[in-house]
């Protein structure tokens, strides 16, 4: 079945420091691939998205480039603030039999406290 | 254009009781999902609703159940309360952008069931 792993934090880095969360994925086909990011009491907001191979989604200096040969879908961020600090969601959605891509798989979360 | 509302935010519920959550999607987006989300299980899918029709299921007990109205609102009701359903339940509203489905989250529906 289709599963999404993602390294599981928290992560703590000082302001100003490079971000890569590492996100693996198992999918029969060619899913997207989505990040998300969860505020503290807050909904999950669509951060980037990448729907075939090689495509690189962007958002807010944040990038993750769709890797079919590794699976891997890791998000980066050259440059991280204090603003950034939250959960974030890998995820991937695949057309079931019925068409649909309605259903989203995530992964666990990677929690990042940004210190100042 | 206005977010997923969903309502209410926080609910307080007994256990063997039943609940029922609503959601209200995105202008002119026609599909609702919705996911429980939970410190040990994570963010797990519930079922999606496509113009009043359950589309998609994920594996839950049939204590869980929804539907969709024609104005694209949706509920989902729990019957039978238990102390593991204890959660946060998030709507999804949906549109096609490029090709692929981008799911647009509410706030979420805090339910404690004691």
Not at chain 1, 71 to 97: I, M, P, R, W
Request: hydrophobic share 30%; charged share 15%.
């Amino acid at each position: 079945g289709n599963s999404v792993t993602q390294m599981e934090g928290p992560v703590t880095l000082s302001e100003e420091a490079f971000l890569t969360i590492n996100c693996t994925y198992t999918a029969t086909g060619y899913p997207s691939l989505f990040w998300y990011v969860q505020y503290p009491g807050e909904g999950l907001q669509l951060l980037l998205k990448a729907t075939k191979a090689d495509d690189k989604g962007s958002n807010k200096g944040f990038e993750a480039t769709y890797r079919k040969e590794t699976t891997s879908f890791h998000l980066e961020k050259g440059s991280v603030q204090v603003s950034d600090s939250a959960v974030y969601f890998c995820a991937l959605s695949a057309t079931n039999y019925g068409g649909s891509q309605g259903n989203l798989i995530f992964g666990k979360g990677t929690k990042l406290s940004v210190k100042p | 254009k206005a977010g997923v509302t969903q309502t209410p935010r926080y609910l307080i519920k007994t256990r063997g009781q039943q609940v029922t959550l609503s959601c209200s999607p995105i202008s002119g987006h026609r599909s609702v999902s919705w996911y429980q989300q939970t410190p040990g299980q994570g963010l797990q899918f519930l079922f999606e609703y496509f113009s009043e029709t359950q589309r998609n299921k994920g594996n839950f007990p049939g204590r869980f159940s929804g539907r969709q109205f024609s104005n694209s609102r949706s509920e989902m009701n729990v019957s039978t309360l238990e102390l593991g359903d204890s959660a946060l339940y998030l709507c999804a509203s949906s549109m096609i952008i490029a090709g692929s489905y981008e799911q647009y989250f509410g706030p979420g529906t805090r339910l404690t069931v004691t």
